[in-house]
């Protein structure tokens, strides 16, 4: 059975850091990747790992203040943000998929977390 488990949300000031950290289990997995969402907002990407080859892609809205990366024998995957905003607020989400690639759209990944809660206060 596969399980996608977050954890590391919570209550930041803007301009903090927080790790988010998301364990995997049950198959081996092409991609693994992040999406928030937040009040009133559709679940945006906002970054991917590739597996095998550790190929990352960013959305341009965290490009250079946030690191994804993963630990191939915890089979974990991280989130570190820094520079937090308050538009960063959002339920973030652990995704993974079969296939290699880093696609944007939620649908092209069919493994999804519970979410974990992240709120910036400004």
């Known amino acids: 059975q596969v399980q996608l488990v977050e954890s590391g949300g919570g209550l930041v000031q803007a301009g903090g850091s927080l790790r988010l950290s998301c364990a995997a289990s049950?198959?081996?997995?092409?991609?693994l990747a992040w999406f928030r969402q937040g009040p009133g907002t559709e679940r945006e990407f906002v970054a991917g790992?590739?597996?095998?080859?550790?190929?990352?892609d960013y959305s341009d809205s965290v490009k250079g203040r946030f690191t994804i990366s993963k630990d191939n024998a915890k089979n974990t995957m991280y989130l570190q943000m820094g520079r937090l905003k308050s538009e960063d607020t959002a339920v973030y989400y652990c995704?993974?998929?079969?296939?290699?690639?880093?696609?944007?759209?939620?649908?092209?990944?069919?493994?999804w977390g519970q979410g974990t809660q992240v709120t910036v206060s400004s």
């Open positions: 790992i590739s597996w095998t080859t550790r190929t990352t």
């Open positions: 995704a993974a998929r079969d296939y290699d690639g880093l696609p944007f759209v939620p649908t092209a990944y069919k493994y």
């Open positions: 049950g198959r081996t997995f092409g991609a």
